[in-house]
Every structure is written in structure tokens, then in C-alpha cells.
């Protein structure tokens, strides 16, 4: 085992010597826990992230200096961010010139005298940091807004724990887990009061298409705190409330990821999310917010250039880590020496925050960026390029290899926890120096692409925490409380059973009318009508018409660009579960992986006769698929809230769908014909009942007792009574909003479909001749309404928190 006290260079070259034979199949193992983490999932085919098998050591006399540079720079900014916001002396006494930061972009009028402690300005710091040619490490960029890499840092360094003692390989590092229970227990301290022991913590996210939204969702589960969306949050009697499935709930502290303007659409950008009442609530001390709106002017990167004399004015001392060579242009003798060498710095403008990177410009581009910043040159900020460092890596196709590489560190610094700077970071590499230039925020990071990283080591005697979860011999109080679940995540939840719903049936109805084409391939006339109804159901399942040919049906179903195609319902359900990712298991997303690749393997051949029975066996896969995806959730997933309303928006869908398809077989319009035995077999195939069918009947294929079997019989799975009475189960377990006795409106709509069918008298519903009569059609249409009202209803009552006016 290697020694604390050796320096890092002695330490990576012995663990270098001793894992090089082993570092493929540590490669293999570290990308396999990112995939297996669903890192990503659904929005890029190829990984985004590459977790390097050499990580990136730091010697404990090394740490010590960054560790104090870092927690100096944080005291620093928050009291530069408290005067600008407040007393602004730093302005008066052009410490902070004017003109520079009233330009500045992120300069947030509205948070003047917002906080009343300066500590509270920035609480979670992060910074870029690379070493310059001296070995010294200095300071790139500052973040407040969107701290990217906090979660990856976590997943990183549980993959290496994983993967590391499997090869063999081991190395002492401090433990990253105490840094994660003090960012916990600041998101806590508001609510630990007596007055506020219900309000709850959240991480603030913008929306689930955020390309960075993976990072958020793993670091909330890691923390086991609500993710939030604007959307989730409402201000009512002056506070802050969080919309959950029990109804609403205080909010006591909010991580925030989202950008400043976003934050609060009352005061700031009306045009976006957030939450309207956001300032008013930290205003009036009753919400934490990590990091306020305001913050984001750190991130400009319009403070850099004066860090240096304000770090000296304000705590009395030079900084600890000096700040890469950073000139503001509003002075003339640096705006002659940037423009004298413009390709030795990289170039940001105060007022629109575009950077611009001179060295990659063709002359007619940088020709113009001289003449912009001629024309005004106190609105740009010029900073010299870093010489940065080469670091060993290992990439299965190159071997070893040498790669430029930047350091991101966090830090915390807030009233009544002791300053802490988590002892690892997240490493950024590239062959490419120029690519590193340019900070990048969450995002950003998130859109460039597929990286090389690598997770960074303190080889120095931190404590040996390495989880969240610590050991008690207490006395304990059992729980069976299953969290919190959130209307969002309620609503995505609800509707991943839908549109996984939905994708079945469709599947299910294109399998049957490819048999059909299978068995009437000498009569292609029989074929067409038996097939007609069942194509024109896959179409108009979600919402979509055309011409009711098989070929050009199954072109529009499987085109991936479609909105009414199997991709656009797949990509919608793949939305909803990332959505709500914390409440499945890893093989879960493992057969999503192989439904997306499933549905991107459909054969391409034109002829449906030459292809039916590759049609048929990647449509019996995709099925297979799905039913494996029904029966991991219900065997992994507790019995709560949560289920339950996935499970009602699987068999609403599984309703509506059902009565939509017996409407268009059983009901003709225009003249068309009553279903052939070949079609009737066809839906009871579909629907999994034949086996059923012939125990009861035998070979009589007779329309009522298909009906009988899909609509009325509630001990067959796939029925439409079997549906209402599981949805008048699950609603009768929903909470109770009000105190209101009686039925809910959503427990009275379930009652209502239950009591429709069984006031049916089914005979009624054909003539003598087995054609159907109109009571059918009306029947098949009520169902539908009703359950549409259903989901409305339930939308409405746990999803939108509407006044209870509105729901009946």
C-alpha cells in the first residue's frame, strides 16, 4: 500500500507500474458502471463522458494550499458580492470600476439588498484551477450558477470504489462523503427549528431536456433531497410551497441550477419558468437558496481582473491562488497590450457575455473582433491563455498518452458550518489545449460532447467516511415512509404508463395485422379489409391519420423524425422515466436501452411480403421487451403513491386504447362490412384471450361474446372492465386532498365507469343478424370520454394543485 507522505508524482508512477496490465479491464469496468448509471440515457447514442483509469493525484501539503487558497478566494467573493449588492464602496472607491460592472450582463438590480448576511451570497463556490508554467496552480474561471460536477464527481468515485478492488487495485484517498453531509446539513439548518421542522430541501433544476439534467437528478438522489422544477413550486400566503401527492409542502432550502433570469418570472424574466415569489421569500428570510439570484455575477467573470486589489482591500492580505493574468480593455494601457498580440488571450464581452477564442478565428473574424472591441473597449475582458499541464492517461485504442487537463474544486463557506473544501474534483482532459480555454458551465459541458475525465484523488488523511448513511447504536424508530414524492415526478410517472401503454397496443395491433397479411398473402383484397381497421388503430392511437396502406403504415410508424411515430412515443416515454429516474432499478434501464436499440434495428426492406417475418420477430421483441419492462417495476418498485399512479396511467391508456380499437373493428361507419372470423381471431390474439375464447366457445367466432370478453368480463386482464375496476381500486388508495366527505371527483368518475357497464345489458349491443347496434358505439365512446375526464381529473387534483372549485 502506498504511503500518505509521498509526493503524488511518486505515488501515480508506482500505481502506474503496478496496474499497467490491468488498466483495460478497469477502462471496461469504469465505463460499464457510467452506462449502467444511464449517464445520458435516451438523448445521445454514444457516452458523454469517458471516466479515465489513471486519476489525477494531489499530495497532501499540495491540497493544503488549494484547500486555503480556495476557502479565501469564497470569503472574498462574498464580500465583494455583498457590497455590490449593498453599500457599494468598492465602487466608490474604484476598486470595481463602474463602468465594467454596470455593464455587466449578470449585474441583478433586483437583488440589491436581497441578503442580509453576507456568508449567504455564496455558500457552494466552485473554481477552475490549472497550473501555470511554474507549476503553480491559479485560478481560471469562478462558478456560482450550476456547479457541473458535483454529481459526476460522486459517480466517479463510486465507480472507481467499485471497479478499483475487483482489479486488484487499491490507493489511500480522502473520503468525498463529509463534504456531501455538510452541503446536506446547510440545505437543513432552516427547517430544524420548531417552527419549521416540516419544510423541505430541494435541488431547483430547470427542466428534464436540460442536457445536464442527469447530473442534477443523480446528485439529488445521492442527497435524498426533492427535485424540484419551478412548475413543482408556488408562493401562496406569502411562502414558498412545494406541490407534492399529499398536497403542498414548506420549502425550507432550494440548490439551485438554474440561471439567474430564470429564477423568479415575477421579478426577473417573465418569459421563463421559475418561481414567482422566489425573492420575496429570501427577502423575508424563509427560504435558504444555494446560491441566490445575483451570484451568477461571479460566473461573468467580470470581477477577475480586480480580484487581486480587492482581495487586498477587503480581507487585508494577497491572494492565496493567483488569478490567471486577466485585463480589463476599459484601461487603456492593457487594451494596447491585448491588442497588440490579440491570439495570446481569450476575449469576453461584459454586456452579451460572448467569449471568443482570437487563436481559432480566420483573419476576417478577428479582424472584425478588433474592430469591436476599438469601438468600445471597456466592454471586453481580456485573459491569457493558460500553459496547461500534460497529465499520463489510457485509452484502450492509444495506450498511454499525455493530455492537457483542468481542475474543478468546490467549496463550502456558510453561518454555523465550519469552511470545507471537498477533498477531490472533476478533471477535464483534452489533446486539444484550446478546447479547455474557455470555462464551461454545466450546459455547456453537458453539449461538447463525448470527454475524457478523470476523478481527482487527496492523498492525504481525511477520515474514512465513504457514505451518506452512518453507522448509529442509538435506540431507532422503524419507518416504513417511503419519500417524497413530488406532483412532477407524480405526473411523469403517470404518464411513462401511458405511453408505454400506448407503444404495446400499437405494437401489438401492427403484429396482428401483419399475421393477417401473413394469412391471407393469395387474397390480398381480404387481406386489406381485414388489415384496414387494425392500421387505421396503430395511427390513430396517438393521434395521427394516413393512408391505410401496410407498407407506408409501417414507414410512418417506424420513422424516427414522425410525431405520430413509434420513436416520438418511445422518445416521450423515455423522457417521463429520466424524469423520475431515482424510482427505478439499474436493469430497468437496462431493457430501455434494449427497447430504443430494438425499435432502431426495424428491417428496412420495402416488400412487407419478402420482411413479414422479420417484421414479426422484431415486433415480438420490442413486446417481449416491454412486458419484462411491466414486470421489473412491479417487482422492484415499493407499493406507494408513486406506483399506484403509473400503474392508473397504464391502465387508463390500456382502456381507452382497448375501446378505441373494439369501436373502429365492431362498429363500421360508411358501409363497411362486419368484422370476418379472421379479424374477430386477430383481436382476441392481440389482446392475449384466445386460449380464453376457446375454453368458452370453442371454434364459434360470434361478435357479442368477443365483446362480452374484452368489455364486460373484469377477470380478463386486457378487458375494459377489468381496467375500471383496477382504476376504481388505485383511485379509492389516492390521498385525500380535503376533509370534504363523500367521493373524491376522480374517486366518483371511476365509480361512474364501473356503474356504466355494469347497468349494460350486452345483448342490447347487437341485432339478430350479429351486426352492431348503436347502443355499441355509444357505449365504446362513453368509456372513452369518461376515462379522458379521468385523467384530466387526476391531472388537475394532484398534479396542478387546482382549487378545489375546479374539480366538481
Known amino acids: 500500500m502506498t504511503d500518505h507522505n509521498f509526493p503524488a508524482s511518486t505515488n501515480l508512477s508506482h500505481w502506474l507500474h503496478a496496474s499497467q496490465a490491468r488498466l483495460p479491464a478497469l477502462f471496461r469496468e469504469l465505463q460499464q458502471q457510467l452506462r449502467e448509471n444511464a449517464a445520458g440515457f435516451g438523448t445521445h447514442t454514444a457516452p458523454q463522458r469517458q471516466l479515465d483509469p489513471l486519476p489525477l493525484l494531489i499530495a497532501a501539503e499540495e491540497w493544503q494550499v488549494l484547500e486555503a487558497g480556495m476557502l479565501q478566494r469564497q470569503r472574498l467573493l462574498q464580500a465583494v458580492l455583498n457590497d455590490v449588492y449593498g453599500a457599494q ?144 413550486l408556488t408562493f401562496r400566503d406569502g411562502a414558498l410551497w412545494l406541490k407534492t401527492l399529499t398536497g403542498l409542502q414548506s420549502v425550507g432550502a432550494l440548490l439551485r441550477f438554474l440561471p439567474d433570469p430564470q429564477s423568479d418570472p415575477l421579478e426577473l424574466d417573465s418569459g421563463t419558468g421559475g418561481c414567482a415569489g422566489l425573492l420575496q421569500s429570501i427577502r423575508q428570510q424563509q427560504l435558504c437558496c444555494v446560491n441566490p439570484p445575483g451570484s451568477s455575477l461571479i460566473d461573468s467573470g467580470v470581477l477577475a481582473p480586480f480580484l487581486p486589489r480587492l482581495c487586498q482591500a477587503l480581507l487585508g492580505e494577497p491572494l ?190 401492427l403484429r396482428a395485422a401483419l399475421g393477417l397479411a401473413s394469412q391471407h398473402h393469395a387474397d390480398p383484397l381480404a387481406a386489406q379489409a381485414d388489415m384496414t381497421p387494425l392500421l387505421r388503430f396503430c395511427l390513430q392511437a396517438n393521434g395521427h391519420a394516413g393512408v391505410l396502406d401496410l407498407p407506408q403504415v409501417l414507414q410512418q410508424l417506424f420513422d424516427p423524425a ?51 417475418g422479420q417484421y414479426l420477430r422484431q ?41 378505441a380499437l373494439l369501436q373502429i373493428v365492431f362498429v363500421p361507419v360508411h358501409g363497411e362490412a362486419k368484422p370476418s372470423a379472421a379479424l374477430m381471431e386477430a383481436v382476441l390474439r392481440l389482446a392475449d384471450t384466445v386460449n380464453t375464447y376457446r375454453r368458452r366457445y370453442r371454434s364459434q367466432l360470434h361478435p357479442l361474446a368477443v365483446i362480452d370478453l374484452l368489455v364486460f368480463d373484469d377477470s380478463t386482464p386486457r378487458s375494459v372492465g377489468y381496467q375500471c375496476l383496477r382504476i376504481q381500486r388505485q383511485c379509492a388508495g389516492l390521498p385525500l386532498l380535503t376533509l370534504t366527505p363523500g367521493l373524491s371527483a376522480v374517486q366518483r368518475l371511476a365509480l361512474e365507469l364501473v356503474t356504466l357497464l355494469q347497468l349494460t345489458e350486452p345483448q342490447s349491443l347487437f341485432d339478430s343478424e350479429q351486426g352492431a347496434t348503436p347502443a355499441l358505439g355509444l357505449l365504446l365512446s362513453q368509456i372513452q370520454h369518461r376515462l379522458k375526464l379521468l385523467s384530466d381529473s387526476i391531472t388537475l387534483a394532484y398534479f396542478n394543485h387546482a382549487p378545489r372549485s375546479w374539480l366538481g
Open 562 to 612: 414522425h410525431p405520430g411515430g413509434l420513436f416520438a412515443i418511445l422518445q416521450s416515454l423515455l423522457l417521463n422515466a429520466q424524469s423520475a429516474r431515482e424510482f427505478f432499478a439499474a436493469d430497468t434501464w437496462l431493457v430501455l436501452d434494449k427497447l430504443q436499440q430494438a425499435l432502431r434495428q426495424w428491417p428496412q426492406q420495402s416488400t412487407v411480403q419478402v420482411a413479414a
Open 320 to 509: 492565496i491562488l493567483p488569478q490567471a493574468v486577466a485585463l480589463w480593455l476599459g484601461e487603456a494601457e492593457h487594451c494596447a497590450k491585448v491588442m497588440a498580440d490579440l491570439t495570446a488571450y481569450r476575449v469576453q464581452r461584459i454586456s452579451s457575455k460572448q467569449r471568443y477564442l482570437p487563436a481559432r478565428l480566420d483573419a476576417a473574424a478577428l479582424q472584425q473582433l478588433s474592430a469591436q472591441i476599438a469601438a468600445d473597449p471597456a466592454d471586453h475582458i481580456a485573459m491569457v491563455l493558460a500553459e496547461l499541464p500534460q497529465e499520463p492517461c489510457w485509452q484502450p485504442d492509444t495506450g498511454s498518452f499525455a493530455a492537457a487537463c483542468t481542475l474543478r474544486l468546490f467549496s463550502l463557506l456558510a453561518e454555523g458550518l465550519p469552511g470545507s473544501v471537498l477533498p477531490g474534483g472533476y478533471a477535464r482532459l483534452s489533446t486539444d489545449v484550446l478546447s479547455l480555454q474557455i470555462p464551461q458551465h454545466g450546459s455547456e459541458i453537458a453539449q461538447s460532447g463525448a470527454q475524457l475525465v478523470k476523478d481527482v484523488w487527496v492523498l492525504a488523511d481525511r477520515g474514512v467516511t465513504a457514505s451518506l448513511l452512518q453507522s448509529s447504536s442509538g435506540a431507532l424508530e422503524l419507518s416504513r415512509h417511503s419519500g417524497l414524492v413530488t406532483s412532477r415526478v407524480a405526473d411523469h410517472l403517470f404518464w411513462l404508463g401511458r405511453y408505454n401503454e400506448r407503444l404495446n397496443q400499437i405494437c401489438r395491433a
Open 89 to 232: 464602496q468598492t465602487v466608490r472607491d474604484n476598486l470595481l470600476p463602474a463602468e465594467a460592472l454596470f455593464r455587466a450582463a449578470d449585474y441583478l438590480l433586483q437583488a440589491a439588498g436581497l441578503l442580509a448576511q453576507p456568508l449567504d451570497w455564496v455558500p457552494l463556490l466552485s473554481l477552475d484551477l490549472a497550473k501555470d508554467a511554474a507549476g503553480q496552480w491559479c485560478v481560471l474561471a469562478d462558478h456560482a450558477v450550476v456547479p457541473a460536477g458535483l454529481g459526476h464527481l460522486v459517480e466517479h468515485r463510486l465507480a472507481f470504489n467499485h471497479a478499483a478492488p475487483l482489479q486488484g487495485l487499491a490507493l489511500p484517498k480522502a473520503q468525498i462523503a463529509g463534504f456531501y453531509r455538510q452541503l446536506l446539513q446547510l440545505l437543513q439548518q432552516p427547517v430544524l427549528g420548531e417552527a419549521d421542522h416540516a419544510a423541505l430541501a430541494g435541488l431547483w433544476v430547470t427542466s428534464v431536456r436540460n442536457t445536464n439534467y442527469f447530473e442534477q437528478a443523480y446528485l439529488a438522489n445521492y442527497l435524498d433531497i426533492a427535485l424540484v422544477h419551478g412548475a413543482d
Open 619 to 659: 415486433l415480438d421483441e420490442i413486446i417481449l421487451l416491454q412486458t419484462a419492462l411491466y414486470g421489473l417495476n412491479n417487482e422492484t418498485m415499493s407499493r406507494t403513491q408513486a406506483l399506484r399512479l403509473m400503474d392508473l396511467g397504464q391502465h387508463i391508456e390500456r382502456g381507452m386504447q382497448t375501446a
